[in-house]
């Protein structure tokens, strides 16, 4: 039954013949896998026979396989047990390790062999991470051990508690169907990033891998985290020191953020889809008219022409570059969606061009990957090919000319219409750097770096993203996707973001109010307010929600204003802190444990955020309250609203208005 509801609505929204496509694509995909793709058996592990320093390595030999311990001066080590695809990371300097006696020094950290695994210490011998010789089989499995009282946190985009122990993950970018809401997984981005919080001390664990991967978190087994990857390599790294000194390390591994445009930081308004050039103007000058701050306006798909990449609908966007001069003229951006498929369509130039010049993804045996999403049957850049980066980018050339200031990259997971099964592209698929199974999760990823490539050639670009893997920032920022509309998301929403921050994926937001639904004037005042300080501030929905600009909130619309403009007085202190992150790798939005690590409490903070050092806000994220309970960290704080100093725990009376903000003394803002 399910599946023929699932087709009623498929012909509902897509024609007969898409229809058709989509049946044909997916028996296309099974035949292509079931053919090409052969359950991997790896050796196994075998005993350990020997260690042996040779250069700045400790090489440690199994009879399956030759682990390489590498290490810095100022806590970076990295583990190589086999090979794999090349990936997008840059190894710091090493160091030549010190043997004394059975333990040998990488700097300040000092890494043990025992029977099962090995320990990784401080010079005082307080033992900081503790793992187990990785397994070999039919995937390949690394644990390592956790406490009771630990926090995991991280893994990309997760829509998990704050501290993931106890629940299974997947690793394996996913287009979440529409709609989502709290304990769904995988999400659009996955990143194996975890840190590990233990007594005060945190680790951070990087398994530089890009393909399918389970993580048990405590699940299993309630003192092991364990992580299975079905495709090679088995590589990581390990960092130690301080939250501060953590970050800025790993982002010296994967990549800084990028230093993006200040506009970028503004109230940006969208909808799927403002429908023409006219309906674009007269959203402008409703924000004009009433002085409400506004920085950007989206157009989703709908502009474009049968849905083609670089192209406008002439009938109802043929004086795009009138309408954009007119907005610039206003302080106003517009940005357009942009997506991976490339319309199948003979006489097409886009179409045409990849064709001759080999730049699509293909089937193992040469022929064209097709697959069916907005534009019908489509083909795919292979964008881990320079080349067809470069030949791909250019094109937005010719949006800068109309005036487009932003691009939306969207299904880049990349998304793909199926009848069943995984609605990606096959695991079969050749890119050029390996199958698709073995770098699935960097798709969006290098989209993403193929635009900022270009276009930073001449600016300081805005790339916003669905999909991505660790070291994003340095090209784009990331949203939440395509979130429910209810109090537990908007809840879910703070969570899901500070995954990211522990991932080291800072330019991050949300669709203020929840994609799929409509949020009443309460929910979604405080939708706005909870977001406050999150870099991108983007109202966004899809196409059976109510309006969204402030004034189709009625009597709530001098609120909704309120919120607004205290978010655009904020923007210089935001702007300052995406900047500070770009030079020191930190993230801008933090957890509350970041400034009281050795608190037990603050780890079981979720319902608040800091944005750098100093600057806490605990909103409202529960529907008829007068009072909200606040978490401090250590130290003294004043409450913005009224400069009152406060500590500790404290009870906060609350109304539609009260967006409690504090501020660290001693700083300032």
């Not at 009282?149 to 508690?161: F, H, N, R, T």
């Not at 985290?225 to 790993?250: A, M, N, Q, V």
């Not at 995406?578 to 009281?596: E, K, M």
Request: aromatic fraction near 14%.
């Amino acid at each position: 039954m399910q599946l023929l509801d699932d087709i009623k609505g498929f012909l509902n929204t897509f024609s007969e013949t898409m229809f058709m496509d989509v049946v044909n694509y997916s028996l296309t995909r099974d035949k292509y896998d079931s053919m090409f793709l052969r359950d991997a058996r790896y050796p196994e592990l075998g005993e350990l026979r020997s260690t042996q320093v040779e250069g700045d390595s400790l090489i440690v030999k199994f009879d399956g396989y030759v682990l390489r311990i590498q290490g810095t001066d100022n806590g970076v080590l990295k583990f190589t047990w086999t090979d794999g695809p090349a990936l997008p990371i840059s190894d710091p300097s090493f160091v030549k390790p010190i043997q004394d006696g059975e333990r040998y020094l990488f700097g300040k950290n000092v890494v043990s062999l025992q029977k099962d695994g090995l320990t990784v210490a401080d010079p005082e011998g307080v033992v900081l991470h503790h793992e187990f010789f990785p397994s070999f089989g039919s995937d390949i499995t690394h644990s390592f051990e956790i406490g009771e009282e630990d926090i995991i946190s991280g893994l990309g985009e997760k829509a998990a508690p704050l501290n993931m122990i106890g629940h299974v993950y997947r690793l394996w970018n996913h287009d979440a169907n529409g709609s989502y809401g709290p304990d769904s997984d995988p999400l659009y981005l996955n990143a194996p990033v975890m840190l590990h919080g233990h007594e005060g001390r945190f680790v951070l664990i990087f398994y530089a891998n890009a393909g399918d991967s389970t993580v048990d978190v405590g699940y299993s087994d309630e003192r092991r985290l364990s992580i299975s990857f079905r495709s090679k390599p088995l590589e990581y790294y390990i960092i130690t020191g301080d939250l501060d000194s953590i970050y800025s390390r790993f982002a010296e591994i994967t990549g800084k953020p990028y230093k993006p445009p200040y506009w970028a930081f503004e109230f940006q308004q969208s909808r799927y889809s403002y429908m023409d050039t006219k309906e674009v103007r007269d959203v402008v000058d409703g924000f004009i008219s009433r002085g409400i701050p506004l920085g950007a306006i989206y157009l989703d798909i709908d502009y474009m022409d049968s849905f083609k990449m670089f192209t406008f609908d002439q009938k109802r966007f043929g004086d795009i570059k009138q309408l954009t001069d007119y907005m610039m003229k206003n302080g106003v951006r517009l940005i357009t969606i942009m997506e991976p498929s490339v319309k199948m369509e003979p006489g097409y130039d886009l179409y045409e061009e990849g064709l001759k010049n080999g730049y699509f993804v293909r089937y193992p045996d040469g022929n064209v990957m097709y697959a069916p999403v907005w534009p019908e049957m489509a083909a795919f850049p292979d964008f881990t090919d320079a080349g067809a980066r470069e030949w791909y980018s250019s094109r937005y050339d010719f949006m800068r000319s109309m005036g487009i200031s932003g691009f939306w990259h969207d299904m880049n997971e990349p998304a793909i219409f199926v009848a069943w099964g995984d609605n990606t592209m096959p695991r079969s698929a050749v890119h050029s750097i390996g199958r698709h199974e073995e770098v699935h999760n960097l798709y969006g990823y290098y989209m993403d770096k193929a635009a900022f490539d270009h276009l930073s050639r001449s600016e300081r670009p805005f790339i916003l993203s669905r999909s991505g893997w660790a070291g994003i920032s340095q090209y784009s920022w990331i949203w939440t996707g395509d979130t429910e509309t209810s109090w537990k998301e908007l809840k879910q929403n703070i969570v899901t973001i500070l995954h990211m921050s522990m991932s080291g994926i800072t330019l991050t937001g949300c669709d203020i109010g929840g994609f799929t639904g409509s949020p009443t004037p309460h929910l979604f005042i405080r939708w706005l307010q909870a977001s406050l300080f999150f870099p991108l501030y983007r109202v966004h929905s899809d196409k059976r929600s109510k309006r969204r600009e402030p004034w189709a909130f009625g009597d709530h619309e001098r609120e909704i204003i309120d919120v607004i403009r205290m978010r655009h007085s904020f923007v210089p202190q935001i702007y300052s802190e995406a900047i500070s992150s770009s030079i020191t790798g930190r993230p801008i939005l933090r957890p509350v444990f970041w400034a009281d690590p050795k608190n037990t409490l603050a780890m079981s903070i979720d319902d608040e955020y800091m944005m750098g050092d100093d600057l806490l806000i605990a909103p409202v994220v529960e529907d008829h309250v007068i009072n909200r309970e606040v978490f401090l960290p250590s130290g003294r704080w004043y409450d913005i609203s009224n400069d009152s100093v406060v500590e500790g725990h404290i009870t906060y009376g609350v109304n539609l208005s009260t967006i409690p903000i504090f501020v660290r003394e001693g700083s300032a803002i």
